[in-house]
């Protein structure tokens, strides 16, 4: 994971995979360096942050293509 200027990192500041469209990391592997310590909440921390990312990135969508892209995978929207 790394800045927007950094050609080197795999995923971006919002756990994006570089050059694959609608790909995200969200799991130990991004953080750049690790503790020496348990790795569960730090994952946890992960975890909440990539759905706040999801969640952010679907209210800007909108709702008419939010129902696209669900309807594609099978998910009904109310």
Known sequence: MGN???????L???LRVRGV???RVA???VMPT???G???MPAYGIGERA???LKEALASAGRENLARIDSAQGVAIK
């Open 4 to 10: 927007a200027d950094d050609k080197l990192a795999v």
């Open 12 to 14: 971006d500041e919002k």
């Open 21 to 23: 469209a609608g790909l």
């Open 27 to 29: 799991d130990c592997s």
């Open 34 to 36: 690790l503790h020496g």
């Open 38 to 40: 348990h790795t569960q």
């Open 51 to 53: 759905a706040d990312f």
